[in-house]
């Protein structure tokens, strides 16, 4: 009877522990999935970025949230993502606000030809505007954090030395840097990134502005001939990561606080691999023997002075709307030296 005992015992015993050692597979909860919008092709480092932003909030939450990226477009146009995310097509997206002119409007001191030396100091720039002045253009989602690339170039089919070389010539932009090629002379032919490989090899342009990087991850040194370092109205571009607000609000607390500590991460990351893309970019030139024009320091200035005017423009455009323009303005200005020390 003893015996009888002891082998019950141990076999509830052995049963205790398989539940114990099976509960987590049957009880544990399923993830929190988000799909996350990304326009960027998926090699691009962006992108890469992007999934491994996914990878790490679903290391940090124990496997809680699982994050699966769209690259390409292929889950929400870049010019529809950010309405997408807001109507719940994505629960994340990441796109250029520039491909939807007008709808941040105070943000677009961001675009202005300012003096940018690399994507770094323009990424933190755009993050610590927003901080300062949450600007109501982004009330209809959370956002994760934004970044800007490195100066926006001119690049065409044959060299442009000089002002003169770019008069009346067809330049594939979007956004500001519209007003930037009209102000330089060229003719704005407005499109987003993804169209322009087709139209500059077809000729519906001459030629683009965008930052040296998109020579490789957009493989346009196929399609153009020469790159011109025109620093003094060089431009970035304001992109957004944000979150459908509603799935925000459905988080845990714990997980906010986790995916809010590795935005602050990916700040600097994405700043750092914009850069990090702008070498491989010039590289990419070189390889495919691209021309690199240095304007002078006078040819330059000539250049810079024609796009000072649209620093005026924007800020009498904030003002007609009653946005702080001008301190927008001012304040991102002063910051800018602060990072350029």
Not at 75 to 85: I, K, S, W
Not at 252 to 261: A, C, L, R, T
Not at 277 to 293: H, P, Q, R, T
Request: with cysteine; charged share 25%.
């Amino acid at each position: 009877m003893m015996v009888l005992k002891c082998g019950f015992c141990l076999f509830c015993v052995l049963i205790a522990g398989w539940m114990l050692s099976t509960t987590p597979v049957f009880g544990q909860a399923k993830p929190i999935e988000l799909a996350y919008s990304n326009f960027f092709p998926a090699p691009h480092k962006n992108a890469v970025l992007s999934v491994e932003w996914g990878k790490e909030i679903e290391k940090r939450t124990n496997g809680r949230v699982k994050v699966t990226v769209f690259p390409g477009g292929t889950l929400t146009p870049a010019a529809q993502c950010y309405d997408g995310v807001v109507k719940g097509l994505s629960d994340v997206g990441m796109s250029v606000m520039g491909y939807t002119r007008g709808r941040f409007p105070l943000t677009e001191v961001i675009d202005l030809p300012l003096g940018y030396r690399n994507g770094l100091e323009a990424t933190k720039l755009i993050n610590i505007y927003y901080k300062k002045f949450k600007p109501k253009e982004f009330d209809d989602v959370k956002v994760m954090y934004l970044h800007a690339h490195g100066p926006g170039l001119l690049h065409t089919k044959k060299p442009v030395t000089k002002l003169e070389d770019l008069k009346g010539l067809k330049i594939a932009c979007h956004g500001l840097s519209s007003k930037i090629v009209a102000a330089l002379g060229g003719v704005p032919v407005a499109m987003p990134m993804p169209e322009r490989y087709d139209a500059i090899q077809k000729g519906v342009a001459e030629g683009g502005v965008f930052p040296v990087e998109s020579l490789k991850g957009w493989k346009l040194a196929d399609v153009v001939g020469s790159t011109t370092q025109n620093f003094g109205s060089a431009y970035t571009t304001g992109f957004f990561v944000v979150m459908n607000k509603d799935k925000w609000a459905s988080l845990p607390p714990d997980i906010q606080k986790i995916i809010e500590e590795i935005n602050e991460e990916w700040i600097i990351k994405t700043g750092q691999g914009w850069d990090e893309i702008d070498k491989e970019g010039y590289a990419a030139a070189g390889a495919k023997g691209i021309k690199i024009v240095s304007l002078s320091k006078e040819e330059d200035a000539r250049w810079a002075k024609l796009v000072s005017p649209i620093l005026d423009q924007y800020v009498k455009s904030m003002e007609d709307r009653k946005l702080p323009g001008k301190e927008a303005l001012d304040f991102c200005q002063a910051e800018l030296k602060k990072l350029q020390k």
